[in-house]
Nanobody, 115 residues
């Protein structure tokens, strides 16, 4: 059974940084495209960032471009989201997403940015 397990959320002040991690278990990491989505209270879930398996190309939502960095450590079966210059509007539950034949979701981790 494939599981995506997030960690690293928390409370941070405006301008601060956090790093989210997502570990994949139950399957080889090889071939997984990975990414992050977020959902603020009362809003739809939205795309944040993604990284391909093959060449490691990365993609970002305009709202986080230049502030967030997605990366992966294939030896550790883990994908990261380094978040810097955080703003109150980044407050949301962040979900790890992986796709390999089908999509998988993590349980979510809360990020709160205080003004």
């Amino acid at each position: 059974q494939v599981r995506l397990i997030e960690s690293g959320g928390g409370l941070v002040q405006t301008g601060g940084s956090l790093r989210l991690s997502c570990a994949v278990s139950g399957s080889t990491f090889s071939g997984f495209a990975m990414g992050w989505f977020r959902q603020a209270l009362g809003k739809d879930r939205e795309f944040v960032a993604a990284i391909r398996w093959s060449e490691g190309s990365t993609y970002y939502a305009d709202s986080v471009k230049g502030r967030f960095t997605i990366s992966r450590d294939n030896a550790k079966n883990t994908v990261y989201l380094q978040m810097s210059s955080l703003k109150p509007e980044d407050t949301a539950v962040y979900y790890c997403w992986g796709v390999k034949l089908r999509a998988y979701w993590g349980q979510g981790t809360q990020v709160a940015v205080s003004s």
